[in-house]
Protein backbone atom coordinates (compact mmCIF):
# COMPACT_ATOMS: atom_id res chain seq x y z
CA UNK A 1 0.00 0.00 0.00
CA UNK A 2 1.72 3.58 -1.11
CA UNK A 3 1.72 5.90 1.68
CA UNK A 4 1.96 8.77 -0.80
CA UNK A 5 -1.25 10.88 -2.24
CA UNK A 6 -2.19 9.27 -5.18
CA UNK A 7 -3.74 11.62 -7.30
CA UNK A 8 -6.65 11.72 -9.91
CA UNK A 9 -5.55 14.78 -12.32
CA UNK A 10 -8.65 15.20 -14.32
CA UNK A 11 -7.75 16.89 -17.84
CA UNK A 12 -4.45 16.42 -19.90
CA UNK A 13 -4.59 19.90 -21.58
CA UNK A 14 -2.01 22.34 -21.01
CA UNK A 15 -2.38 23.18 -17.18
CA UNK A 16 -3.44 19.42 -16.42
CA UNK A 17 0.19 18.01 -18.53
CA UNK A 18 2.18 20.64 -16.37
CA UNK A 19 0.58 19.63 -13.01
CA UNK A 20 1.33 15.37 -14.66
CA UNK A 21 4.70 16.01 -15.07
CA UNK A 22 4.85 18.09 -12.04
CA UNK A 23 3.34 15.44 -9.67
CA UNK A 24 5.44 12.11 -10.93
CA UNK A 25 8.66 14.43 -11.41
CA UNK A 26 8.87 17.31 -8.74
CA UNK A 27 6.59 16.56 -5.83
CA UNK A 28 7.56 14.64 -2.73
CA UNK A 29 5.08 11.91 -1.23
CA UNK A 30 2.60 12.16 -4.07
CA UNK A 31 2.05 10.10 -7.39
CA UNK A 32 -0.36 10.17 -10.45
CA UNK A 33 -2.84 7.13 -9.99
CA UNK A 34 -5.11 8.08 -12.48
CA UNK A 35 -5.26 10.91 -15.64
CA UNK A 36 -8.88 11.35 -17.21
CA UNK A 37 -9.30 13.03 -20.34
CA UNK A 38 -12.51 12.57 -22.71
CA UNK A 39 -9.68 11.66 -25.50
CA UNK A 40 -8.48 8.60 -24.96
CA UNK A 41 -5.50 9.07 -26.65
CA UNK A 42 -4.34 12.40 -24.33
CA UNK A 43 -5.20 10.22 -21.41
CA UNK A 44 -2.81 7.34 -22.57
CA UNK A 45 -0.50 9.63 -23.77
CA UNK A 46 -0.29 11.53 -20.47
CA UNK A 47 0.98 8.33 -18.58
CA UNK A 48 3.11 7.29 -20.51
CA UNK A 49 6.24 6.34 -18.54
CA UNK A 50 4.41 6.83 -14.64
CA UNK A 51 4.29 3.12 -13.93
CA UNK A 52 0.95 2.10 -11.84
CA UNK A 53 -1.14 5.38 -13.71
CA UNK A 54 -4.67 4.38 -15.14
CA UNK A 55 -6.11 6.49 -18.06
CA UNK A 56 -9.79 7.12 -18.21
CA UNK A 57 -12.22 8.58 -19.91
CA UNK A 58 -15.25 9.58 -17.31
CA UNK A 59 -14.25 11.42 -13.94
CA UNK A 60 -16.59 9.59 -11.82
CA UNK A 61 -14.71 6.19 -12.36
CA UNK A 62 -10.87 7.87 -11.25
CA UNK A 63 -13.01 8.93 -8.00
CA UNK A 64 -14.85 5.68 -7.85
CA UNK A 65 -11.95 3.55 -7.77
CA UNK A 66 -10.01 2.75 -4.27
CA UNK A 67 -6.90 3.50 -6.05
CA UNK A 68 -7.28 7.21 -5.58
CA UNK A 69 -6.55 9.05 -2.28
CA UNK A 70 -7.08 13.12 -3.91
CA UNK A 71 -8.03 14.76 -7.55
CA UNK A 72 -6.19 17.71 -9.32
CA UNK A 73 -9.02 19.62 -11.34
CA UNK A 74 -7.41 20.84 -14.57
CA UNK A 75 -10.31 20.79 -17.57
CA UNK A 76 -11.48 24.00 -18.61
CA UNK A 77 -14.04 26.23 -15.32
CA UNK A 78 -17.32 25.12 -17.09
CA UNK A 79 -17.05 21.41 -16.25
CA UNK A 80 -15.52 21.64 -12.50
CA UNK A 81 -18.52 22.35 -10.98
CA UNK A 82 -19.96 18.74 -11.45
CA UNK A 83 -16.23 16.80 -10.50
CA UNK A 84 -16.19 19.10 -7.55
CA UNK A 85 -19.79 18.26 -6.24
CA UNK A 86 -18.53 14.63 -6.59
CA UNK A 87 -15.22 14.86 -4.83
CA UNK A 88 -16.99 16.41 -2.01
CA UNK A 89 -19.43 13.38 -1.49
CA UNK A 90 -15.97 11.33 -1.55
CA UNK A 91 -14.90 13.48 0.64
CA UNK A 92 -11.30 13.53 -0.82
CA UNK A 93 -8.81 16.77 -1.03
CA UNK A 94 -9.03 18.60 -3.90
CA UNK A 95 -6.91 20.77 -6.22
CA UNK A 96 -9.18 23.04 -8.42
CA UNK A 97 -7.44 25.63 -10.83
CA UNK A 98 -8.77 28.29 -11.26
CA UNK A 99 -11.59 29.27 -11.92
CA UNK A 100 -13.32 27.61 -8.93
CA UNK A 101 -16.63 27.58 -11.49
CA UNK A 102 -17.46 30.43 -13.88
CA UNK A 103 -20.03 32.34 -12.26
CA UNK A 104 -21.08 33.23 -8.11
CA UNK A 105 -23.76 31.25 -8.27
CA UNK A 106 -22.40 27.95 -9.36
CA UNK A 107 -19.26 28.71 -6.88
CA UNK A 108 -21.70 29.43 -3.78
CA UNK A 109 -23.50 26.08 -4.27
CA UNK A 110 -19.69 24.56 -4.14
CA UNK A 111 -19.02 26.92 -0.77
CA UNK A 112 -22.28 25.29 0.71
CA UNK A 113 -21.39 21.82 -0.21
CA UNK A 114 -18.20 21.87 1.69
CA UNK A 115 -19.66 23.83 4.57
CA UNK A 116 -22.50 21.07 4.89
CA UNK A 117 -19.17 18.95 4.72
CA UNK A 118 -18.30 20.57 7.81
CA UNK A 119 -14.38 20.68 6.71
CA UNK A 120 -12.06 22.45 4.08
CA UNK A 121 -11.40 20.10 1.01
CA UNK A 122 -11.23 22.49 -1.52
CA UNK A 123 -7.42 24.56 -2.66
CA UNK A 124 -8.12 27.10 -5.42
CA UNK A 125 -5.24 27.08 -7.80
CA UNK A 126 -4.20 30.41 -7.55
CA UNK A 127 -0.43 30.12 -7.56
CA UNK A 128 0.74 33.64 -7.47
CA UNK A 129 -0.28 33.61 -3.51
CA UNK A 130 3.09 30.75 -3.06
CA UNK A 131 5.04 32.97 -5.58
CA UNK A 132 8.09 34.29 -3.33
CA UNK A 133 7.43 37.99 -3.79
CA UNK A 134 3.85 37.82 -3.77
CA UNK A 135 4.43 36.21 -0.60
CA UNK A 136 6.91 38.93 0.93
CA UNK A 137 4.48 41.92 -0.15
CA UNK A 138 1.68 40.28 1.55
CA UNK A 139 4.02 39.83 4.78
CA UNK A 140 4.91 43.62 4.32
CA UNK A 141 1.69 44.44 4.31
CA UNK A 142 0.68 42.32 7.68
CA UNK A 143 3.53 43.81 9.57
CA UNK A 144 2.55 47.44 8.53
CA UNK A 145 6.46 48.08 8.48
CA UNK A 146 5.90 50.16 6.08
CA UNK A 147 2.81 51.82 7.19
CA UNK A 148 -0.86 51.69 5.82
CA UNK A 149 -1.08 50.35 1.96
CA UNK A 150 -2.80 52.69 0.13
CA UNK A 151 -2.95 51.59 -3.67
CA UNK A 152 -1.93 48.94 -6.19
CA UNK A 153 -0.51 49.27 -9.49
CA UNK A 154 -0.50 45.60 -11.73
CA UNK A 155 0.86 44.80 -14.96
CA UNK A 156 -0.37 41.92 -16.65
CA UNK A 157 0.99 41.01 -19.94
CA UNK A 158 0.38 38.06 -22.35
CA UNK A 159 2.29 37.43 -26.23
CA UNK A 160 -0.96 36.34 -27.35
CA UNK A 161 -4.24 34.91 -26.90
CA UNK A 162 -5.98 31.26 -27.69
CA UNK A 163 -8.05 31.12 -30.65
CA UNK A 164 -11.94 32.18 -28.84
CA UNK A 165 -10.28 34.34 -26.33
CA UNK A 166 -13.50 36.63 -25.80
CA UNK A 167 -13.41 40.43 -24.17
CA UNK A 168 -15.05 38.70 -21.31
CA UNK A 169 -12.04 36.07 -20.69
CA UNK A 170 -9.90 39.11 -20.29
CA UNK A 171 -11.79 39.80 -17.10
CA UNK A 172 -12.73 36.02 -15.95
CA UNK A 173 -9.21 34.21 -17.27
CA UNK A 174 -6.44 36.68 -16.65
CA UNK A 175 -7.74 39.50 -14.31
CA UNK A 176 -9.54 36.60 -12.13
CA UNK A 177 -5.69 36.43 -10.67
CA UNK A 178 -5.27 39.95 -10.26
CA UNK A 179 -8.88 40.09 -8.39
CA UNK A 180 -7.27 37.27 -5.91
CA UNK A 181 -3.57 38.41 -5.42
CA UNK A 182 -5.72 42.26 -4.07
CA UNK A 183 -7.67 40.20 -2.01
CA UNK A 184 -4.38 38.44 -0.92
CA UNK A 185 -2.05 41.62 -0.34
CA UNK A 186 -5.11 43.46 1.55
CA UNK A 187 -6.64 40.73 3.44
CA UNK A 188 -9.72 42.55 2.34
CA UNK A 189 -12.94 41.74 0.01
CA UNK A 190 -13.15 43.88 -3.73
CA UNK A 191 -16.26 46.05 -3.45
CA UNK A 192 -16.20 47.88 -6.92
CA UNK A 193 -14.73 47.39 -10.53
CA UNK A 194 -14.91 49.65 -12.96
CA UNK A 195 -12.94 49.16 -16.26
CA UNK A 196 -12.00 51.12 -18.72
CA UNK A 197 -10.89 50.39 -22.67
CA UNK A 198 -9.06 52.91 -24.72
CA UNK A 199 -7.10 52.36 -27.71
CA UNK A 200 -6.64 48.92 -28.50
CA UNK A 201 -3.72 47.42 -30.40
CA UNK A 202 -4.24 46.09 -34.08
CA UNK A 203 -2.81 42.48 -33.02
CA UNK A 204 -5.79 41.58 -31.36
CA UNK A 205 -8.71 39.23 -32.97
CA UNK A 206 -11.82 40.43 -34.01
CA UNK A 207 -13.95 41.55 -31.51
CA UNK A 208 -11.56 41.57 -28.27
CA UNK A 209 -10.33 45.18 -27.12
CA UNK A 210 -7.00 44.79 -25.89
CA UNK A 211 -5.63 46.34 -23.53
CA UNK A 212 -7.72 46.92 -20.92
CA UNK A 213 -7.88 48.70 -17.51
CA UNK A 214 -9.23 47.20 -14.47
CA UNK A 215 -9.88 49.51 -11.27
CA UNK A 216 -10.94 47.78 -7.97
CA UNK A 217 -11.49 49.19 -4.56
CA UNK A 218 -11.26 47.02 -1.16
CA UNK A 219 -13.39 47.50 1.69
CA UNK A 220 -10.85 50.16 3.68
CA UNK A 221 -10.46 52.06 0.12
CA UNK A 222 -7.19 50.66 -1.25
CA UNK A 223 -7.33 51.22 -5.22
CA UNK A 224 -5.68 49.25 -7.51
CA UNK A 225 -5.61 49.57 -11.07
CA UNK A 226 -4.42 47.01 -13.68
CA UNK A 227 -3.56 47.05 -16.85
CA UNK A 228 -4.70 43.85 -18.87
CA UNK A 229 -2.71 42.97 -22.18
CA UNK A 230 -3.04 39.86 -23.26
CA UNK A 231 -1.16 40.18 -26.80
CA UNK A 232 1.25 42.48 -25.81
CA UNK A 233 3.57 39.59 -28.58
CA UNK A 234 6.88 40.29 -26.50
CA UNK A 235 6.56 37.26 -23.78
CA UNK A 236 5.10 36.94 -20.51
CA UNK A 237 4.94 39.63 -17.52
CA UNK A 238 3.25 39.85 -14.27
CA UNK A 239 4.52 42.58 -11.97
CA UNK A 240 3.19 45.06 -9.91
CA UNK A 241 3.85 47.95 -7.81
CA UNK A 242 2.46 48.85 -3.90
CA UNK A 243 2.49 52.52 -2.72
CA UNK A 244 2.23 52.43 1.41
CA UNK A 245 2.93 55.35 3.65
CA UNK A 246 6.56 54.98 3.89
CA UNK A 247 7.60 53.39 1.36
CA UNK A 248 7.34 51.38 -2.44
CA UNK A 249 7.45 47.95 -2.92
CA UNK A 250 7.74 46.87 -6.52
CA UNK A 251 7.82 42.65 -7.71
CA UNK A 252 7.66 40.51 -10.67
CA UNK A 253 10.87 42.55 -12.06
CA UNK A 254 12.13 39.67 -14.45
CA UNK A 255 14.76 38.06 -13.06
CA UNK A 256 18.28 36.12 -14.24
CA UNK A 257 21.58 36.41 -15.67
CA UNK A 258 21.77 40.21 -16.91
CA UNK A 259 24.00 39.47 -20.37
CA UNK A 260 26.29 41.22 -22.45
CA UNK A 261 26.88 40.25 -25.90
CA UNK A 262 27.03 42.01 -29.84
CA UNK A 263 26.74 45.27 -28.07
CA UNK A 264 23.58 45.26 -25.93
CA UNK A 265 23.09 43.64 -22.88
CA UNK A 266 19.62 42.05 -20.97
CA UNK A 267 17.74 39.27 -19.66
CA UNK A 268 15.37 36.83 -21.03
CA UNK A 269 11.51 37.17 -20.74
CA UNK A 270 9.57 34.40 -19.61
CA UNK A 271 7.52 32.90 -22.72
CA UNK A 272 4.53 31.98 -20.50
CA UNK A 273 2.38 31.38 -17.18
CA UNK A 274 4.28 28.00 -16.97
CA UNK A 275 7.79 29.25 -16.35
CA UNK A 276 7.09 32.68 -14.80
CA UNK A 277 5.21 30.76 -12.50
CA UNK A 278 7.05 27.34 -12.19
CA UNK A 279 8.40 27.63 -8.94
CA UNK A 280 5.38 28.79 -7.73
CA UNK A 281 3.03 26.02 -8.71
CA UNK A 282 5.94 23.38 -7.42
CA UNK A 283 5.49 24.89 -4.25
CA UNK A 284 1.39 25.29 -4.40
CA UNK A 285 1.39 21.72 -5.08
CA UNK A 286 3.35 20.40 -2.31
CA UNK A 287 1.87 22.51 0.27
CA UNK A 288 -1.25 20.50 -1.28
CA UNK A 289 0.07 17.45 -1.00
CA UNK A 290 1.54 18.15 2.23
CA UNK A 291 -1.73 19.27 3.86
CA UNK A 292 -3.69 16.86 2.33
CA UNK A 293 -1.37 14.09 4.06
CA UNK A 294 -1.88 15.46 7.25
CA UNK A 295 -5.72 15.61 7.05
CA UNK A 296 -6.18 19.55 6.46
CA UNK A 297 -6.24 22.20 4.06
CA UNK A 298 -4.74 25.10 3.61
CA UNK A 299 -4.08 28.03 0.95
CA UNK A 300 -6.97 29.57 -1.17
CA UNK A 301 -10.12 28.38 -0.94
CA UNK A 302 -13.66 27.57 -2.02
CA UNK A 303 -14.53 31.05 -0.36
CA UNK A 304 -11.68 32.44 -2.24
CA UNK A 305 -12.80 31.22 -5.77
CA UNK A 306 -16.68 32.26 -4.82
CA UNK A 307 -15.29 35.78 -3.93
CA UNK A 308 -13.33 36.30 -7.35
CA UNK A 309 -16.11 34.69 -9.22
CA UNK A 310 -18.23 37.41 -7.71
CA UNK A 311 -15.47 40.17 -8.54
CA UNK A 312 -15.62 38.80 -12.26
CA UNK A 313 -19.43 39.20 -12.85
CA UNK A 314 -19.48 42.81 -11.44
CA UNK A 315 -15.88 43.25 -14.12
CA UNK A 316 -18.07 41.50 -16.98
CA UNK A 317 -20.42 44.01 -16.43
CA UNK A 318 -18.46 46.88 -15.37
CA UNK A 319 -16.57 46.39 -18.78
CA UNK A 320 -20.13 45.97 -20.69
CA UNK A 321 -21.93 49.27 -19.56
CA UNK A 322 -19.05 51.13 -18.44
CA UNK A 323 -20.06 51.97 -14.65
CA UNK A 324 -18.97 51.18 -11.38
CA UNK A 325 -20.18 47.77 -10.56
CA UNK A 326 -20.35 47.06 -6.73
CA UNK A 327 -19.58 43.54 -5.87
CA UNK A 328 -22.21 41.51 -4.34
CA UNK A 329 -21.62 38.82 -1.86
CA UNK A 330 -23.01 36.32 0.77
CA UNK A 331 -22.05 36.56 4.39
CA UNK A 332 -19.27 34.69 4.66
CA UNK A 333 -19.29 31.24 6.37
CA UNK A 334 -17.48 30.20 9.73
CA UNK A 335 -15.50 27.63 8.08
CA UNK A 336 -13.71 30.11 5.99
CA UNK A 337 -13.44 32.95 8.99
CA UNK A 338 -9.86 31.87 10.79
C1 LIG B 1 -4.27 31.84 -18.04
O1 LIG B 1 -5.41 31.00 -17.99
C2 LIG B 1 -3.65 31.91 -16.69
O2 LIG B 1 -4.18 31.46 -15.71
C3 LIG B 1 -2.46 32.76 -16.64
O3 LIG B 1 -1.89 32.78 -15.35
C4 LIG B 1 -2.82 34.16 -17.06
O4 LIG B 1 -1.66 34.96 -17.09
C5 LIG B 1 -3.45 34.16 -18.44
O5 LIG B 1 -3.85 35.47 -18.77
C6 LIG B 1 -4.65 33.24 -18.46
O6 LIG B 1 -5.20 33.20 -19.78
Not at 125 to 149: K, N, Q, T
Not at 151 to 180: K, Y
Not at 193 to 208: A, H, L
Not at 240 to 265: C, M, N, Y
Request: charged content about 20%; proline content about 4%.
Amino acid sequence: MSENLRVAVIGAGRMGMDHILRLHHRTARAEVAAVVDIDPTRARAAIAGIPGASAVTDAGEALGSADVDAVLIATPGFLHEDILHQALARDIPILCEKPLTPDPASAWKVVQAEEKLGRRRIQVGFMRRYDAEYAALAGIVRSRELGDLLMLHHQHRNAATPAGFTNEMLINDSVVHEFDAVRFFTGEEITAVQVRIGKSTGNSPVGQRDPQQVLMETESGVLADVEIYVNARFGYQVSAQAAFEDGIVSIGADTGPLVRTDGRWGGRVAPGFEQRFSAAYDAEVQAWVDASLAGTAEGPSAWDGYATAACCAAGVEAQRTGQRVPVALNGKPALYLS
